[in-house]
Each structure stands twice: as C-alpha cells, then as structure tokens.
C-alpha cells in the first residue's frame, strides 16, 4: 500500500472511491475523497484497491462516472461461460482485460463493481473470483425468478385489493388465494393463527389494524366474506357445496341407477301413506299408514326413505356422506349430506310417486308394547303431503274421512302412556326456529317458538316407535350397527320439583340433571325415551349413523353378509358422532348468533319479557332466562335479587352478536335499582 493508490472503503455502510494520502499510526491509512474530506480506515475496510499507479484525489470523480458506463451485469455471464470453461478464477484487472480489454482505473472499477455486486454467476475467495458450477448457477437464477414472480404478485395483489376497495370490479387471481386465506386465518383465530406474520404484512402495506376484526372488515369490504360470514361453519370446515366430480356422479346415478339389490320389494303402495314435515322441508325422508288385518288388529307402518337404493357402500357419493355425517340446519338455509339432486329427488318420499323405502310394520298392544313387527324393504307411494298445522287441524276437527290420521293419532298417544310407564322422562321446553331470509339487499330474521301440538308429538312417537324396531331386530340378530342409549340421571326428588315455581323452571332443572346420550354396537337403556334398546334410523338422508343402520339391516334382511364389520361399524360410528357434534355445535352457534342479531335489530326500546329459569351462578347473580315471545335462553347477571320463576321486564342496551355480547337492562324493579345482563361465551360456559 502507497501513497495514491486508488481504493474503495466503506465508511458507515457504504462504499466510497478515494486515494491513500498517509498512513496513521501502525497499521490505518488517511483516504482522501473525490472532496477532499480525510478519512482514517484500516486496511480491512478496504474493499478495492489499484496498484502500480499514483493517482490524485481530484481524478476520483472521473473515475467513478467513467466506470458506470461500463457497469452492465450482462457482461459476466460472458466472462462466466468463458471461465466456466476452464475453470479459472479472475479479479477485477484480469475480468476488465477479458471484457474490455483494458486495464484502465475505470475499467478494472467496473469490473470490481459488477464482481462484489454479483450473487449469480462468481464466488469471491480471498482477492480472488471462482466461477460458480454451472448446476448452482441454474438454481440461483431459478431463485432470482421466483423471487420477481412473487414480488410481481405481490404488488398485482396490492392493486387488485386497493381496486376493489375503490368500487372497481376486479377478477382476482389464482395467486391471490394464499393470501386471501391468511387474512381468513386471522378473522377466524385471531391469536391462535399460524399465519399471523403474513396477515400483518398485509394488513400494514394496507394501512390498516392488526386484529381479526379489522381482517374480518377487510374481507367484507372485499366481497369475499359477506357481513353475517357463518365464521363457526368455516372454524369447523364444514363442507357447503359439492366437487363438480360429485355432482356429475349424481346426475349420472339419476339417469342410470345401479341394480336393486332388494329386487323384490314388499309392495305398500295400496296403503293410504302420510308424509308430515314443516311446510319448509325439502329432504322427506319418513310416511306414515295404518294397515288393518284380518282379525281387525291394526298395523302401523313407519316408512323411511331408503337412500342406500342409490348408494354402494365405499363409493364417492357414500364415502362424501361420511365426510359430512349429517345435514347441517342453519337459518341461512341447510347444508346437505348429499346433493340436493338426489336428497330432495329420489331419496326423498315425495307425495304421489312410487318410491323405495325401508318400512318398519309394528302391531302393539293395548297397552302400547310391541307385539309383533316387521321389516321389509319396500315400494310406498304417499297419498297426502301434511304440514303439522295440517295435522294439527285435523285432528282437532276429528276429521273422519281420514281414519287412519285419527288411528296413528291414537296409537300415539297409547305409545306415549306406555313409554311414561317405563321411565321416560319428558321435558317440554320451548323450541325455536329461526329463519334467515334475503329482502332485497337486507337479511330478514323470523323467530317462532315451536309449540307441543299433536302432530309433532304423533310424528315423534312413531318415529321412536321405529328406532325401538330397529334396535329389537339388532338385538335380535346380533347385528354390528350403531345403536343410542343415555344414562340414568340422577333426578332431584319429585318433592324438590314440585317446590319449583313453574314447569319451565321444573323442565330447566330436570334437563341441567340429563347426562349426553352415547353412541356404540350395543344396545343399552335410553332413559329419556324409556326403551332398553334404540336404534336411529329414521333419518339417512340426513344422518350418516342411520344409513350405516340401513345398510346392515337390509344387508341381514336379504341374507348377504353385512357391508361393515364390527370393528368398521366402531370406528365409523366414533368419527362420525364426533363429526355430528361438531355441525350441532355449529348450528346452536350460528341460531345465537341470528338471535342477538334480531335482538339488535329490534331496537333498545322494545321491552322483553323475560323468566329466570334457573341459576349458572347463584352467588354472582348470574342466571338463565328465557325470553317467553322468542323461546331464547340467555345467561343474565342480575344486581337485585330475583327469585326462580320471576318475570322481568328488560330492555336491550347493546348488542353485538359478531362478538357474542348482549346487554339488558330491566325497565323497572321493586328497589328502583337498574339490572344489567352480559352475555358472552365465558359466562354461558
């Protein structure tokens, strides 16, 4: 190192072009600029230097404006393949001679210039360039593509967002959906999100906040998410539409059906048959006839849809309705366990048509036990399609050119006597529909309580009248399906019920006590129902668990070995209830959620009234009422003392069913003092 030889050195951070001027102390060097400002550097901070000439500080300007007009990273794939050849390592002299072929201070600057910078094509070792292999080159260069692809995107990304927001319309890419999906992830788990770095990056280059309400905003504005986005159904991954391949396999199985394999029908289209549903259901999957026998004893005929007349087990449509294990009721509207096509066309028992079904024939006695029964797999044709107001106005005018309404009525009401005296354990609270319609450009809410009515109470018995068949004929045969049964409860003394103030609050309190049903292959005592044995079946369309229940029926009817095998029957039954309970899950949260919205909807002035049914939490005054117009239980925390049984008038003073918050507070009380509710998830749990 000599005076004026020229070097580059970095001095915080960046690069500077200067001559050495003097040395300073042992070992550093003054470097004057193209300024003239001094600099003191150690020899390591240079990164370039030119020997075997003096130059003058004043030169250094020319210099660097000179060399940028030969920096061109082109030029070293050249040198690359050039050396490659060879495999000869170069420097900045040696790399401006064989592109430039000059040595000049310009040049061998150029030169040092495209080598420091280069990442692709040369690997610095000591004061030396190695030409990289030609295979890392490939990969580098692959690299450096992909890396412009994704900042392409990303920036399309922006723009397509940033459009759309603007009102423009906007046909988003394949490439937008992972990051679509990150934003999702954060709407739905917030903290819980493993994609939250991404979101935020969004989010940021957005202008907007960090949290899952700002991402959930963020989609709507988008018209990705709608603003009631079903968020538990998407928690859940609840499947709602069908793969095209699953839709066409449906239309193909319309047009051609697979062989009968129950060929020989039991034909019961001579009877007068029922269907009764509400007027809004679309998967009719039971009927109803009354059959009388020669010696005047009557039969009853429970017939339920057969949609195994359209599956085999293990293919696509079946293993699809395994995935979903039960139809999902919202008040959007349900989400089906099979295409509609099928669900609502040829499974289903529609009025006037000849259809297959699996029809469980009873004759009971006078006191309501089964005497005799039957299962057959058959061809019904129902005569009348009933709504239970319907049903409902028939039997109460006695109508009596419909005798056989009137006799499943009766037997009904035997069955229901008969099942009081085995222990079943009835709880009549209200139950409440909600239905979501759109208006327009707004949603509609309807709320109605579904009252106990004769109909419904008729279609329920003969209904459990057929699970408690099913489960018999398991027994009976020793069939591996899956069969319900819940424990005993441990009931508070009918003293202590009596005590209670009203029967809802005495309902409330019986239904704290009742354990969750279970599912298994050995039937065991439901003591809700007060059967020993029960098995469902009467819904396949709907419930995977009662078409794995028609599979091996009607397998054992026709003397084939059955489809599943118990260790089968086992697990499909454990995966599917746990599946089932998860869309249960969903449906009492999305029900809530419409709920507080038609709460919210219906303004701070409306005055509810309201009965406390029963204490969460006594010593914190936190209770469950229910609002009587409505059906609708909600936790409330009182700041006065109310006794079980008593009526409130309450008012809504915030809602916010997105966050699941409601607040009360109650018009008037006898101290004058104001009560406030809350509810949210942690206090309803």
């Avoid at 992909?146 to 319309?169: T, Y």
Wanted: charged residues 25%; negative net charge; proline residues 6%.
């Amino acid at each position: 190192m000599e005076k004026g030889t020229l070097v580059e050195f970095q001095v915080k951070g960046s690069s500077r072009l200067g001559v050495l001027d003097r040395p300073e102390g042992k070992k550093n060097w003054v470097v004057l600029d193209d300024q003239g400002q001094s600099h003191t550097v150690h020899p390591r901070s240079l990164t370039f230097q030119l020997t075997g000439q003096v130059f003058e500080p004043d030169s250094v300007s020319d210099i660097v404006a000179e060399a940028a007009d030969y920096i061109d990273p082109s030029n070293l794939e050249v040198a690359w393949e050039l050396l490659s050849e060879t495999n000869e390592s170069t420097d900045p002299v040696a790399l401006a001679q064989l592109l430039f072929s000059d040595q000049g201070a310009a040049f061998c600057y150029a030169a040092h210039q495209m080598l420091s910078a280069d990442k692709i094509y040369f690997k610095q070792k000591g004061d030396r360039y190695e030409p990289r292999p030609a295979s890392q080159v490939q990969e580098l260069l692959h690299q450096i593509e992909k890396e412009a692809q994704r900042k392409a995107e990303w920036e399309g990304f922006l723009s397509r967002v940033r459009q759309r927001l603007a009102g423009e319309s906007v046909e988003w890419h394949k490439s937008d959906r992972p990051r679509i999906e990150v934003i999702e992830k954060l709407a739905l788990w917030g903290e819980e999100s493993n994609q939250k770095a991404p979101a935020q990056e969004i989010l940021s280059a957005l202008e907007r906040g960090f949290s899952p309400e700002s991402a959930f905003n963020l989609l709507v504005d988008l018209g990705v998410w709608q603003p009631h986005e079903n968020l538990e159904l998407r928690k859940r991954q609840i499947p709602v539409d069908f793969s095209e391949a699953l839709l066409t396999m449906a239309q193909h199985r319309l047009s051609n059906p697979p062989p009968d394999a129950d060929a020989n029908r039991l034909d019961l289209t001579g009877l007068k048959t029922y269907t009764i549903d509400d007027e809004s259901t679309r998967e009719i999957d039971d009927a109803l006839s009354v059959e009388t026998l020669a010696d005047g004893q009557q039969r009853l005929w429970v017939h339920i849809a057969d949609p195994t007349r359209w599956l085999i087990p293990g293919d696509d449509l079946d293993l699809e309705a395994r995935r979903r294990c039960t139809t999902v009721y919202l008040p959007t509207g349900m989400v089906p366990m099979f295409p509609l096509e099928l669900a609502t066309g040829p499974m289903s028992l529609i009025q006037g048509e000849v259809h297959c079904a699996l029809s469980f024939g009873v004759v009971l006695t006078e006191a309501g036990a089964i005497a005799d029964y039957q299962i057959a797999a058959s061809l019904v044709k129902p005569t009348y399609r009933l709504t239970y107001e319907d049903v409902d106005e028939m039997l109460d005018l006695g109508i009596q050119a419909e005798p056989e309404l009137l006799a499943i009525a009766h037997w009904a009401k035997v069955r229901e006597q008969w099942r009081a005296q085995q222990g079943a354990i009835n709880i009549h609270m209200p139950e409440t529909s909600i239905r979501v319609s759109q208006v327009e450009e707004q949603e509609s809410i309807e709320i109605k309580v579904l009252d106990d009515s004769p109909a419904r109470e008729l279609v329920a018995e003969m209904m459990i009248l057929a699970g408690e068949v099913a489960a018999r004929y398991g027994h009976d045969h020793a069939l591996a399906m899956p069969f319900r049964s819940q424990p005993q409860p441990e009931l508070p003394p009918d003293e202590e019920l009596m005590q209670l103030p009203s029967a809802l609050v005495r309902y409330s309190a019986i239904r704290r006590c009742m354990p969750r049903s279970e599912m298994g292959i050995t039937p065991a005592r439901h003591a809700t129902l007060g059967l020993e044995g029960y098995s469902q079946v009467t819904s396949p369309i709907r419930r995977y668990t009662d078409l794995l229940a028609h599979f091996q029926i009607k397998a054992h009817l026709r003397g084939e070995p059955l489809p599943f095998s118990s260790e089968e029957i086992t697990e499909l039954t454990q995966g599917v209830s746990s599946g089932a309970y998860e869309a249960v899950l969903v449906e009492r949260q999305t029900k809530r959620y419409w709920a507080l919205e038609y709460l919210r909807r219906q303004g701070f002035d409306y005055v509810w009234s309201v009965m406390l049914l029963r204490w969460l939490r006594e010593g914190d005054r936190l209770g469950l009422v229910m609002f009587e117009d409505l059906g609708l239980e909600l936790p409330m925390r009182f700041e006065r003392n109310v006794e079980l049984g008593e009526r409130l008038q309450v008012q809504i003073t915030q809602a916010n069913p997105r966050q699941d918050i409601i607040r009360m507070a109650e018009v008037s009380a006898p101290s004058q003092a104001e009560a406030h509710a809350e509810v949210t998830e942690a206090a309803s749990s």
